[in-house]
């Protein structure tokens, strides 16, 4: 296979020069004008990041994006799906909020933001997966589903469960409904906690399968009715319903591919990876700690393996911070590691969804990297 093209562009930054400059200049250089955005339904797909967290990406680097977009003549909205665990990201009003909160809204960014899956994480679209070996139809937000054109922009870090958070990840899992989210990270059903339980039914009412009835005033759910959907978990006011999380890492980084897959599969679409504040842990957690690594860049391209492959290369060239948790983990282990990542978390195996994404057709682990 031909190798993908990755562009490149470092964080210096002059008084003629500064990073939002260079961002523009580099995907130009990478070839985004090439899409026809001209009248087309546009979604920058990102995350808003955990209130509580700081690592996430500044509002200022999506403006620069949509304003790309905006002059091509494309119709831009920045998008994420609500969040399968309890946070400030369950649901669009609180995920709004958080949005707000982080800097991010109309004024700041030039363009609406429209959370992907609805009010309770159940406005979904059922995408038939052909390729897919774990997936044959995946549960996607509907309004990414309806846009025409997908674009991410990732902050590339790393992951206690799939090793870094890149392309694949924010597109793979970030654009599943709360069911498609409860697919990749769980080999079964979700539960109830009958401690937090009051009995409302409200979860009653909403399953189309009769499979949760009341019983001493506490839901239970028939596994055997269950068809795993999770409108349960969207409608308990009470966070007393939730998922298994017990799929193994391997195999989730798997059904990230295939998910990914569903979402890019037949529209246009561009990738855009900042490795900066490289913290150890996903933006989903309500703190960050230290970086792992110093900021390395921006990277562009139209193939998201390649893009992954990339930055994850170069993360791994970098030197380990000082007093960061992965200096703690090496110094911990009999000999150093080259690989940042599996590191960090020993138990992720970051390769798997690369190599599956490729397997699958999305893109290749060849580049060449072309510096701006």
């Not at 403006?63 to 998008?79: E, H, M, P």
Request: glycine content about 8%; hydrophobic content about 35%; some cysteine.
């Amino acid at each position: 296979m031909e190798k993908s093209k990755v562009y490149f562009t470092n964080m210096r930054a002059t008084s003629k020069m500064n990073l939002l400059q260079k961002l523009e200049r580099l995907v130009k250089s990478a070839g985004i004008e090439q899409i026809d955005f001209k009248g087309k339904f546009s979604a920058i797909k990102i995350h808003f990041g955990e209130p509580g967290n700081l690592a996430y990406l500044r509002p200022n680097y999506s403006k620069v994006i949509a304003d790309v977009i905006k002059s091509l003549g494309g119709r831009v909205f920045l998008t994420d799906c609500n969040t399968l665990y309890v946070g400030r990201r369950k649901d669009a009003l609180e995920h709004l909020d958080a949005a707000y909160e982080n800097g991010y809204n109309p004024f700041t960014t030039g363009c609406q933001i429209i959370i992907g899956d609805g009010l309770k994480g159940t406005d979904e679209s059922y995408v038939p997966v052909p390729v897919g070996e774990y997936v044959k139809e995946a549960k996607i937000g509907r309004a990414v589903m309806d846009a025409d054109i997908i674009i991410s922009l990732n902050h590339f870090k790393g992951h206690e469960l799939t090793g870094f958070g890149g392309a694949l990840k924010n597109l793979g899992m970030g654009c599943g409904s709360r069911a498609g989210k409860m697919e990749m990270h769980s080999e079964g059903k979700p539960s109830v906690r009958t401690k937090s339980c009051v009995g409302c039914g409200a979860c009653v009412k909403i399953c189309a399968h009769s499979a949760i009835s009341l019983i001493d005033k506490k839901a239970q759910i028939d596994h055997a009715k269950c068809v795993g959907c999770g409108r349960c978990i969207g409608v308990c006011h009470f966070n007393a319903v939730g998922a298994a999380w017990d799929e193994s890492n391997d195999v989730l980084n798997k059904k990230i591919a295939e998910y990914t897959w569903a979402i890019l599969n037949g529209r246009p679409h561009f990738h855009i990876s900042l490795v900066i504040d490289v913290s150890p842990n996903c933006d989903c957690h309500a703190e960050n700690d230290v970086a792992i690594i110093p900021d390395i860049g921006m990277f562009a391209s139209f193939d998201p393996v390649a893009l992954d492959m990339a930055c994850a290369d170069k993360a791994n060239e970098a030197p380990v911070i000082t007093n960061s948790y992965l200096a703690e983990q090496l110094k911990n282990k009999s000999s150093n590691d080259n690989d940042h990542f599996q590191a960090a978390h020993p138990e992720t195996n970051w390769m798997s969804c690369v190599d599956h994404a490729e397997k699958i057709g999305i893109g290749t682990k060849q580049y060449e990297l072309i510096e701006v």
